[in-house]
C-alpha cells in the first residue's frame, strides 16, 4: 500500500538533514517570522490514555495558531477507554479530521493506529519514546549552544522513553551522548544496540563519568506514568541518581541543565539545579509549542522540509 501521508512516530522518521530543515522551521515559527495558517479549516484528534500538560496545552495551541482546531478526547469520553478497537478508531478518526496524536502506554497501539489511519499520525509519548519532547529539547540546545553537532549530551537516571528518544536523536545526528544508568535500568536494548554501533552513544553506571565535559546534562522522573506502584523500590535503585550542583560542576564550564517536566525536585533533581543559572527547562517547554508547529505544518499543512 502506498501512503500519501507521513507520520511521525519516532526521531528517525526524519533524516538528519530533515531534523535540521524542521528545527528553522520552528524557529521561524518562534520569532514570529512564520506566520501562515496551514491548518486552516482542519482539525487535529488528540488521545489522551496518560495525563499531560505541556503535551496537550502545546498540541492544542499551537493547532489554534496554524489556523485549525483540536479535540481533546481522554478515555472517560471516548469508546476507546471502553475497549474499541484502535483499528476502528484509527478508520473512523480519519473521516473526520486531518491529524491524530496520541499519547498511551504500548508504543505498538500507536504503530497500528499509525497502519490503520488514512491520515498522519503523531506520538505525544508512549512507554517506549517521547520524541517530540526530545525535538524542543534539541532546539533548546541549538537556541542555547549554537549546533548540536560536536556537543556532548549525558542522561542521568532512568533508561525510559525520554532516554530511548535521545539515543535515536544521537543515532540520526551524530552528537556524543553518554547515559549513567543504574543497573536494571538500561534503555531498550534493540534501541540501543542500534545506536552503540554508531560509536557516539555509550552507557555508564556513574553519573560523574557521564556528565564528565558534556555541554547538556538532563534527567527525568524515577518513576514514570504507569510506573507509580514502584516509585518506593526505584528510590533505593536510584540513590546516587540526583544531579545536583556537585554533580553539575562536573559538567563542562557553561553546560546547561534539561528536565522534560514534570519533575520531582529532591529526587532526581535539586531545586538549586532546576530553579538555578544553569536550568533552561522553561525555554524547553516553550519550545514544544514550536517543534510541534513546525511538525503539523509538515505532516499536515503541506510544508515541506
Ligand atoms: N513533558 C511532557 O510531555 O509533559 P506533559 O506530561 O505535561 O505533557
Ligand atoms: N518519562 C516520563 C515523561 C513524562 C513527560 C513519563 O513517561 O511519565
Given at each position: ?43 487535529l ?53 486531518n491529524g ?19 491520515v498522519p ?179 499536515m ?5
Amino acid at each position: 500500500m502506498t501512503r500519501e501521508h507521513r507520520d511521525f512516530l519516532a526521531i528517525p522518521d526524519f533524516s538528519s538533514a530533515e531534523l535540521g530543515s524542521l528545527f528553522d522551521l520552528a524557529e521561524s515559527m518562534r520569532t514570529g517570522v512564520y506566520d501562515k495558517k496551514p491548518l486552516a479549516g482542519q482539525s487535529l484528534a488528540m488521545i489522551f490514555m496518560k495525563a499531560s500538560t505541556r503535551t496537550r496545552v502545546s498540541f492544542e495551541v499551537g493547532t489554534y495558531q496554524l489556523g485549525g482546531h483540536a479535540l481533546f478526547l481522554s478515555p472517560r469520553d471516548v469508546q476507546l477507554g471502553r475497549g474499541e478497537p484502535i483499528s476502528d478508531t484509527a478508520k473512523v478518526l480519519s473521516r473526520y479530521v486531518n491529524g491524530i496524536m496520541i499519547r498511551t502506554f504500548a508504543h505498538s497501539e500507536v504503530e497500528e493506529l499509525a497502519r490503520e489511519a488514512t491520515v498522519p499520525v503523531i506520538n505525544g509519548l508512549t512507554d517506549l519514546l517521547h520524541p517530540c519532547q526530545v525535538l524542543a529539547d534539541l532546539l533548546t540546545v541549538r537556541q542555547q549552544l549554537g549546533e548540536i553537532s560536536g556537543r556532548k549530551v549525558a542522561w542521568i537516571g532512568d533508561g525510559n522513553n525520554m532516554a530511548n528518544s535521545w539515543i535515536n536523536a544521537a543515532h540520526v545526528l551524530g552528537f556524543e551522548l553518554s547515559l549513567a544508568c543504574p543497573a536494571g535500568y538500561d534503555s531498550d536494548a534493540a534501541i540501543l544496540e542500534r545506536a552503540r554501533s554508531g560509536g557516539n552513544v555509550t552507557l555508564v553506571r556513574d553519573p560523574g563519568e557521564a556528565v564528565r565535559d558534556a555541554d547538556v546534562v538532563t534527567t527525568d522522573v524515577w518513576a514514570s506514568m504507569g510506573q507509580e506502584e514502584e516509585q518506593a523500590v526505584r528510590e533505593k535503585a536510584f540513590h546516587g541518581f540526583c544531579v545536583d550542583a556537585a554533580l553539575m560542576s562536573r559538567a563542562a564550564k557553561g553546560a546547561i541543565f534539561l528536565h522534560c517536566l514534570p519533575a520531582h525536585r529532591g529526587e532526581e533533581v535539586t531545586a538549586d539545579v532546576i530553579d538555578g543559572p544553569q536550568s533552561r527547562v522553561w525555554d524547553e517547554a516553550e519550545n514544544r509549542l514550536h517543534i510541534q508547529k513546525a511538525i503539523m505544518a509538515v505532516l499536515m499543512g503541506g510544508e515541506k522540509l
